[in-house]
């Protein structure tokens, strides 16, 4: 009769930390830092959120300050990318088509990248990190208003109100969506960038002045 000796013990799982990796961590930071203010946020705070050790957040970045700038990256990059395409002249492309292009995909980004977004539009400056971005928003302002007047320039759009204006009022438009926009809502982000796209353009539109009719008591003159 052969004999065996004692069967292997069978390895004990290791349970470990929860499975956040750095993408998780810097979506529960925006999440955190919206809700809380950044200012006001630890990174204790965030260890506490996530049930983690503030060793374990450190793992992953060096600071709070990296958190918040890859959350602005996140925010800016795409709609940068999105300004500099609809920026360069393309044959067959008019700058108004690519104006009316590009408020399409910012309505695409900031719904994809709402979070970041959200909080980049509340950054004040307050470090080398929140003015680089605010830096960066000066940089898409001046070229979508570049994009308008290569517009007006066309005859496309309407020559009485600066372009600088309606870049921040398009901007203004798009940015909105932050307060209210939700994805599980009653809009899709197609449905709100036709919104957005039909009410700018038709007010922009350009038009022939008319003179105003005159409101006069009494009815038609005799002749």
Known sequence: ???????APTPRRRRGRPGYDQPAILRAA???FNRKGYDATSVGDLAKELGLTKPAIYHHVTSKEQLLGQALDDALDELTAAVTEASHERAGTTAYERLRAMVRRSVEVLVAHQPSVTLLLRVRGNSEVELAALERRRWLDDRLAALVADAVAEGALRDDVPPMLVG???????????????PDGAYDPATVADA??????DGLARYERRPA???????PQAS
């Open 1 to 7: 009769m052969t004999t065996t000796g004692p069967a």
């Open 30 to 32: 925006v999440e955190l």
């Open 168 to 182: 921040r009022l398009l901007f203004g438009m798009v940015n909105s969506l932050v307060e209210w926009y939700r």
């Open 196 to 201: 957005i796209i039909a009410i700018a353009f």
């Open 213 to 219: 009719r005159r409101s006069g008591g009494g009815g």
